[in-house]
Nanobody, 124 residues
């Protein structure tokens, strides 16, 4: 069992930056791949970024290319999502997720463990 606590959201103006954090706890949690997804009002949850258990491989949605970076720290127990040049369309609740799988990291169904979500609001 893995527990996830995500944080770092807030209100920022367009063009600003935020760094989201997701701390994992539980047995072997540092060996789990981690991902970020987001859900805007009235929309389905969508993939944002993912990183494999050792940080060697990262995946990024087209919407974040050149602006978002995913990384790991804290002996692998924390995943970070650095978001730069934020746009109003990035406004959403951002959720971190974890999985023992090493594939399918861009799809929600690969992740059995989820954080509670953190709100990101980008004003024009």
């Amino acid at each position: 069992q893995v527990q996830l606590v995500d944080s770092g959201g807030g209100l920022v103006q367009a063009g600003g930056s935020l760094r989201l954090s997701c701390v994992a706890s539980g047995r072997s949690s540092s060996r789990y791949a981690m991902g970020w997804f987001r859900q805007a009002p009235g929309k389905e949850r969508e993939f944002v970024a993912a990183i494999n258990w050792n940080g060697v491989s990262t995946y990024l949605a087209d919407s974040g290319e050149g602006r978002f970076t995913i990384s790991r720290g804290n002996a692998g127990r924390t995943a970070y999502l650095q978001m730069n040049s934020l746009k109003p369309e990035d406004t959403a609740v951002y959720y971190c997720a974890a999985t023992a799988l090493g594939y399918g990291l861009t799809t929600m169904r690969s992740y059995p463990y989820w954080g509670q979500g953190t709100q990101v609001t980008v004003s024009p």
